[in-house]
């Protein structure tokens, strides 16, 4: 076995003292300089007529899914989500399915890039909660309903980022090493089988991420929005 199908972290490419290069940055560096290419040619010449691109109408496809799915998810207007979740989306999605191209390994098969992706989201839910209500507003949802709840609500914004890095990492790993062994045990009818479920896997994954991000973004906005509701409720009874 190839000391890269361990993990795509194990195999250095060039290292310099207590700098490395391995198949995880270079593997992302890959899917990053795919998507920007892509964005580029799909927006090159946009068009708001009849005769518009086939990316271009892929793209607006694309975009135009993900901001129904963040509607329908936060009910929210997803215009401020849309950047940020589009973008985990995309990434995710991308470096699964190439995935099933021959000699290429997913970076989210690397337990530091989903723990990467999971530390954006926890950065993501504050950013986003300041943004809406402020630092003392946010703040406060930590201290609700009581303060004895603010260690238990600090565990679990630290344990839910744990749970997103480990659930991708080990979903995508795990799908990998299965592939291996059946495609080492009957090597002339797995590769189309294991290729079909890779690339469902990828998207299914993919999907998971993007939207539990999305639920725990829009969730503290959520809150917000519901103690406003009743403090309003409260002085029109008054």
């Known amino acids: 076995m190839d000391i890269k199908d361990l993990s795509p972290d194990d195999a250095v490419l060039w290292q310099w003292e ?3 290069l391995n198949y995880t940055i270079v593997y992302t560096w890959l899917v990053m300089a795919l998507l920007v290419i892509g964005s580029w040619f ?5 068009s708001a007529g009849r005769n518009m691109s086939r990316w271009q109408n892929f793209l607006e496809i694309i975009v135009g899914t993900i901001n129904n799915q963040i509607r329908e998810v936060s009910q929210q207007q997803p215009a401020r ?3 940020f979740i589009g973008t985990l989306f995309l990434f995710i999605v991308t470096s699964n399915l190439l995935a099933v191209v021959p000699g290429f390994h997913a970076p989210t098969a690397s337990l530091s890039t989903t723990a990467a992706l999971a530390i954006c989201v926890l950065v993501a839910v504050p950013f986003f909660g300041i943004a809406n ?3 003392l507003g946010y703040l406060k949802l930590y201290v609700q309903p009581t303060p004895l709840m603010l260690p238990f609500n600090v565990i679990g914004e630290l344990s839910r980022t744990l749970a997103l890095a480990v659930r991708l990492f080990g979903n995508m790993m795990s799908g990998a090493k299965i592939a291996a062994i059946l495609l080492a045990i009957a090597p002339l009818f797995f590769p189309i089988l294991m290729n079909a479920l890779g690339l469902l896997t990828g998207l299914i994954q993919a999907y998971i991420f993007a939207i539990l ?3 725990y973004i829009a969730s503290a906005n959520q809150a917000h929005g519901r103690r406003e509701s009743r403090v309003q409720k409260e002085k029109g009874t008054a």
């Open 18 to 20: 207590f700098v490395s």
């Open 133 to 135: 209500q402020g630092l």
């Open 81 to 83: 989500y849309l950047p």
């Open 213 to 215: 991000a999305l639920v």
């Open 42 to 46: 799909a927006t090159r010449r946009l």
